[in-house]
C-alpha cells in the first residue's frame, strides 16, 4: 500500500501491484493496457503498442467494389486523388445508404479524404467512413463549395487513430439538406468524384 491515490504508479488503488493486463496503464513501463488477452488489436499482451505509423503517402485502395449506388455515372473514384468532372470518375448516389467499397493492399492510414461535385448549390452531403467495417468518422461535405482539388489536401476529410485498412467504405447518409441536380434524381444526389486514405 502506498497511501495515495494515484492509480498509475507501482500500486493500483485497491493496493495490488500494477500488472500487464489489468487494465490500468503503468506509466513509465507499459506503452498500452487495454485489460484483455487478444494479442492482435491496438494493445498486445505484453502491453506494448500495436498501433500502426501511418507513412503519408496515398494508400493503393483503388479497386472499387460492393458498389450500391444507382445514379447515372458508374466510375471509379476509388482509383483518384484529383478532382476531375469526368464519368470515368464520378459514382453518383440517388438514396441515403447507397455507397461504394474502395479495396486494395492492407495499408496504414490515418485519414480519407474525397473530391466531389463542384457546385456549393447541389450533391452536398455526408459520407459514414468505414475501415474493414469499422466506422472511422463522418465527413460532412455541406457548405464547403464543393470538394475539389486533391482528396488529401481538401477541406472534406477525416483523421482518426491509425489503423490498417484493407477496405475503405463510403456510405451516404441522411444530411438534412435535400439538395437536388445531379442527373435528376432524387435525394441525396450527390456524386463521389475521387478517393483517398493516407
Known amino acids: 500500500d502506498d497511501g495515495n491515490d494515484v492509480n498509475s504508479d507501482d500500486y493500483v488503488n485497491v493496493c495490488l501491484l500494477a500488472t500487464c493486463g489489468d487494465g490500468v496503464l503503468h ?5 498500452c493496457d487495454d485489460g484483455n488477452d487478444v494479442n492482435d488489436d491496438e494493445c498486445a499482451n505484453d502491453c506494448t503498442s500495436n498501433q500502426c505509423m501511418p507513412s503519408g503517402a496515398r494508400a493503393p485502395l483503388n479497386s472499387i467494389g460492393n458498389d450500391t449506388a444507382s445514379g ?4 471509379n473514384p476509388c482509383a483518384y486523388n484529383q478532382y476531375q468532372w469526368t464519368s470515368s470518375h464520378g459514382q453518383n448516389f440517388q438514396a441515403f445508404n447507397q455507397g461504394i467499397t474502395c479495396s486494395g493492399v492492407k495499408t ?4 480519407v479524404g474525397i473530391t466531389t461535385y463542384s457546385s ?16 472511422v468518422g463522418t465527413i460532412d461535405t455541406y457548405n464547403k463549395g464543393g470538394c475539389i482539388g486533391s482528396a488529401m489536401a481538401n477541406n ?23 439538395t437536388t441536380g445531379c ?16
Open 27 to 31: 506509466e513509465g513501463v507499459e506503452e
Open 72 to 75: 447515372c455515372w458508374n466510375g
Open 108 to 111: 496504414c492510414v490515418e485519414n
Open 120 to 135: 456549393s448549390t447541389v450533391c452536398q452531403g455526408k459520407w459514414d467512413v468505414l475501415c474493414d467495417n469499422v466506422l
Open 156 to 178: 472534406c476529410k477525416i483523421t482518426f487513430e491509425p489503423r490498417e485498412c484493407a477496405q475503405i467504405r463510403l456510405v451516404a447518409v441522411t444530411d438534412g439538406n435535400n
Open 183 to 198: 442527373c435528376g434524381g432524387s435525394n441525396p444526389d450527390t456524386m463521389l468524384t475521387g478517393v483517398s486514405a493516407w
